[in-house]
Nanobody, 118 residues
């Protein structure tokens, strides 16, 4: 059974930092493109950051310079370091895995709430 388990969400004041973690089981973690998505109330889910199997990263413009996505294949864990948080970062953040060849094999975490107050 494939499972992604997220942790690290919470409430923080604007300008603060959080680090989200996503630990995977039941998948070949190193063969998966990993990503963080977020969804705010009334808005479409958006891709926040992605890291491919070779460690190449990309980010949505709104978080560039503030967020860093990374992975530790030995621990089957994905991270999102979030600095200089803004109220507009408030959302449920989801971990996603997609096999780099068999793209139909994609999995989602349960989501973790991030709330940034002003």
């Amino acid at each position: 059974q494939a499972q992604l388990v997220e942790s690290g969400g919470g409430s923080v004041q604007a300008g603060g930092s959080l680090r989200l973690s996503c630990t995977a089981s039941g998948i070949a973690f190193s063969l998966n493109i990993m990503a963080w998505y977020r969804q705010a109330p009334g808005k479409q889910r958006e891709l926040v950051a992605v890291i491919n199997t070779r460690g190449v990263t990309d980010y949505v413009d709104s978080v560039k310079g503030r967020f860093t996505i990374s992975r530790d294949n030995a621990k089957n864990t994905l991270y999102l370091q979030m600095n200089s948080l803004k109220p507009e970062d408030t959302a449920v953040y989801y971990c996603n895995a997609k096999h780099y060849i068999v793209a139909i094999r994609t999995y989602w975490g349960q989501g973790t709430q991030v709330t940034v107050s002003s």
